[in-house]
């Protein structure tokens, strides 16, 4: 299984949410899911439109999909 590395993002700004996340995933609708997943105050619909880039295959141990790291805006 390769995995590749995205960052997602969406313009939609406020407080108590996620404005975008560095994920390793298979996949574009796999890496969405995960962001859809972790959704805060944002809500899950924004992850449906939100911009996503692929930056290269991940090498790292890890077997299995997961967010890098994460944009939170606290309120």
Same mark, same amino acid.
């Given at each position: 299984?390769?995995? @590749?590395? @995205?960052? *997602?993002?969406?313009?939609?700004?406020?407080?108590?949410?996620?404005?975008?996340?560095?994920?390793?995933?298979?996949? *574009?609708?796999?890496?969405?899911?995960?962001?859809?997943?972790?959704?805060?105050? =944002?809500?899950?619909?924004?992850? #449906?439109?939100?911009?996503?880039?692929?930056?290269?295959? @991940?090498?790292?141990?890890?077997? =299995?999909?997961? *967010?890098?790291? #994460?944009? @939170?805006?606290?309120?």
């Amino acid at each position: 299984m390769k995995m @590749y590395i @995205y960052t *997602i993002t969406h313009d939609d700004f406020g407080y108590d949410c996620y404005h975008g996340h560095t994920i390793v995933a298979e996949n *574009i609708p796999q890496a969405v899911k995960l962001a859809k997943d972790k959704a805060a105050d =944002e809500g899950k619909d924004v992850w #449906s439109g939100a911009r996503v880039q692929h930056h290269g295959v @991940y090498t790292g141990a890890n077997k =299995e999909p997961f *967010i890098l790291m #994460s944009d @939170y805006n606290a309120g």
